[in-house]
């Protein structure tokens, strides 16, 4: 199954769900623009509509799509429009981008839920819209934490 979302540095959120078991494979990319083909500095210009986002592929016998969306909840601050951390723009945001009907609604459920929940003060910003064309960033951006040793 494939689940896609934006919350902040594509690499930060790539490395959180690398460590989740039943998370099968990753990859960073750009979706949810209106340019074709977004290279990692058209999208920096905050004017191609992109977010940078993390696709992953997970195997439902081991985690759940919910399980899948706690960790991007527990990963980023979703209450903070189009930035995370020191990171600004668009590009940024907090966006949940389904893949089906069930993703939707479980998306919003849990959206609900944790805004409810009281753990934020502030409200929860995040986008849930339908997932569009996802262009694979380039490959120095795979994997980067790895990559760098940083992890």
Known sequence: MKATFGAGCFWCVEHEFTKVKGITSTSVGYMGGHMKNPTYEDVCTDETGHAEVVQVEYDPSQISYRKVLDV????????????????????????????????????????????????????????????????VAEGYHQKYYQKCGIV
Request: hydrophobic content about 20%.
């Open 72 to 135: 991007f909840w527990n990963c980023h601050n979703p209450t903070t429009l189009n930035r995370q951390g020191p990171d600004i723009g668009t590009q940024y945001r907090s966006v949940i981008f389904y893949h089906d009907q069930e993703q939707e609604k479980e998306a919003r459920k849990s959206k609900e839920e944790l805004q409810n929940s009281g753990k934020y003060q502030n409200k929860i910003v995040t986008d849930v819209v339908p997932a569009s064309e996802y262009y």
